[in-house]
């Protein structure tokens, strides 16, 4: 380190041993020094690891270990919240619209406008948070099927209904391109094109060092080294994949993105008829937003910035602004994370090289106690770099997540029905929302363990909360009705008969039921 960084004590009036205190200038200076010594230290590591890559593989590890610099140097260079929170304007009225506003397209329309459209599904996720080893996208939801089976039924239906082809665009990551390759051979003899290209593989840092933990390219060989750098990823990957000029070329003009694991995010012909009814005056980025409730808090919203729309994620809030956030008064809606965004926008944006997405600081700490971080960004924070931009608040059906086993008691109960690979809320529910389900994480947190305590899975059309906590079994054709409290103290086991009805009940460890 240079001797410039140093307070060295020159004054021989001062006591030893104490040496000025450091002003901001030297504590600037200090700072831009290491910063600086930190990214030459990184682009020596990159250089170094780029030798250990395939000559095959050279040039896109190239490129994406030049995006990885460029983001690590922002990262180090950016401090203090990425927005100042008094700057924060109000929504102007037209910002968001309503779902109910938007009309129907004609039926001689509707094969025209879906040949001008893409679905793509965020498919880079692993099931480990579920216990389930592979891609999150292979977990059986309904009927034996897997979160990959009904998208793809779902855009086959389309595809025959109106005698058009869809096409379905995977983004996998290193972690789920092979299992996800095998598995889609299945679907060759239906009605649906699929493609799939991978996003980006970024090497994982000591947070000490700030150095990559990786020593070579091996990535199999020591797959905890490099992780996938968050669905933001998608731009510049779609493009190098080069499936965004193939679309562009074939005359499609939009696509639908959304997570895999939502099971609302369907292909709508109202919002593709109002996106492609504008003429001169293209929206470039469209987000459905829905009404916020209080298991949503910590979902992002959108928000006027600078004169944009733009998307406010939780991770971006100061501190003392946080309850703020999270008020269901002030911010009303979140962001489902379906997009729909036009084609020749994304290649505008990245040729002009203005997307400028936050960066999404993740710690972790690995199994042999090393600490790092990821950086990553969110595809729906690329939206300020958009013109015309958006909110549609869509109904709440159109967000129904799977992220954990309460989740899927839910989608797997009477509570839907299924048809075409679509999930709709049975019209026998008498409140348009689900119930509030909280499952135990130590007896219920893995599909496995989870499947094993339901003989079927009960009756909860009449449901608004279910708490279950501790050795709880369920025995078949059980109804669960209004609140239902279920807790097995440590020890003790609770297994609810079959044909039994709970309404408004506490069951607690020594199998009394109580009135609730």
Known sequence: MSTNLLSVNTDEHQPKGHSRVPSSTDLKEFKEVTQRDSLVQLEKEMTALLTTTADDKKDLAKSQFTAFSRLFQRFLEESGPS?????????????????????KPSPDDIHSKLEKLVVVKLNGGLGTSMGCRGPKSVIQVRNDLTFLDLTVQQIEHLNKKYNVNVPLVLMNSFNTDKDTEQIIRKYKGLQVEIYTFNQSCFPRVSKESLLPIAHDCDIEGNIEAWYPPGHGDFYDSFKNSGLLQKFIDSGRDYC???????LGATVDLNILNMLLDRGTNPLEFVMEVTNKTKADVKGGTLIQYENKLRLLEIAQVPKEHLEEFKSVKKFKFFNTNNLWIKLDAIEKVLNEGSMNLEIIVNNKTLD????????????????????GGLGINVPRSRFLPVKKTSDLLLVMSNLYHMRNGSLSMSPLRMFPTTPLVKLGDKDFAKVKDFLSRFATIPDILELDHLTVSGDVTFGRNVSL?????????????????????LENKIVSGNLRILDH
């Open 256 to 262: 639908f993105i959304s997570n895999i694991d939502n």
């Open 83 to 103: 927005v100042d929170w008094d700057k924060i304007e109000k929504l102007p009225t037209d910002a968001i619209r309503d779902y109910d506003t938007l009309s």
């Open 368 to 387: 042999n106690n090393l600490n790092i971080i990821q950086l990553e960004t969110a595809v729906g924070a690329a939206m300020k770099s958009f013109n």
């Open 481 to 501: 009705k209004g609140t239902v409290i279920i807790i097995a103290n440590h020890g003790d086991r609770i297994d609810i008969p079959s044909n039994a009805t």
